[in-house]
């Protein structure tokens, strides 16, 4: 099964509303971070928050971490049209030298 | 290179035949992956390689999968006697050592017919 699973799965919102999904996993682990894939190809890096931190921000990008309810959200405030994609969520379990398992992920449209 | 660059981009292949996807991750990157995407899927985890130590395989789904990195560079993903089911996205990433960021490559589009 899967380490960490998305919710929603789907969100479609309007342009200039926030958008916020969240992750939940199963193990400790070291670090978690959020992916972006665009057109079902390469994945793109967004942030990463450490097991020792509670909340990061990066531009329009905020991501909270929970350990003791094992999960995360991410919220993305103002959203745009380019930012419809499909977002992931990815943890670095240390027992497993660090391996990173993806979720299945949450499709973001965001209607102009 | 720059990024991470896989190929061949799409492979349309019979059912049956031996493909080879191969992978080249950043240069000085020790860790290497290799997912699976099947069409508004997540990705499935298939094979992690770190550095000397031995590779993760829990992931690769049958016998007829395998993967191997040589000189701690480029990697290779073999899929024998394909099946319709092996139909999907193949995903590289490549890390550096320690608590950072992958970098994805843009894919194998894997058709099985």
């Known amino acids: ?3 960490g699973e998305e919710d929603p799965q789907a969100l479609s919102i309007q342009e200039g509303e926030n958008a916020t999904m969240n992750c939940s996993y199963k193990t400790s682990i070291n670090n978690l971070q959020w ?11 967004l942030i990463l928050i450490r097991s020792n931190e509670r909340e990061k921000h990066s531009g329009r990008l905020r991501v909270t971490l929970d350990t003791s309810k094992k999960s995360s959200s991410l919220l993305i405030t103002a959203s745009r049209a380019a930012d419809t994609a499909s977002y992931f969520c990815a943890t670095a379990v240390k027992a497993a030298g660090n391996k990173l398992t993806f979720g299945g992920g949450t499709r973001v449209l965001v209607k102009p | ?12 292949t019979e059912k ?3 493909v080879e996807l191969r992978c080249d991750p950043i240069s000085g990157h020790t860790a290497l992956y290799w ?6 899927q ?14 993760d ?10 993967a191997e990195r040589t000189g701690g560079s480029v990697s290779t ?3 024998q006697r394909t099946q319709q089911e092996d139909s999907a996205v193949y995903l590289c990433a490549s890390r550096q050592t320690g608590v950072t960021e992958a970098f994805f490559g843009q894919g194998t589009r894997l058709t099985v017919v």
């Open chain 2, 42 to 55: 997540g990705l499935e985890f298939l094979i992690y390689f770190q550095g000397n130590s031995a590779p």
């Open chain 2, 16 to 18: 049956g035949k031996d």
């Open chain 1, 35 to 45: 992916y972006r894939q665009n057109s079902g190809r390469g994945l793109v890096h």
């Open chain 2, 1 to 12: 290179g720059a990024g991470v660059s896989q190929s061949p981009s799409n492979k349309v």
């Open chain 2, 35 to 40: 997912y699976r995407q099947s069409l508004g």
């Open chain 2, 57 to 66: 395989k829990s992931g690769l789904p049958s016998d007829r999968f395998s």
């Open chain 2, 77 to 79: 993903l073999t899929i």
């Open chain 1, 1 to 3: 099964s899967q380490q």
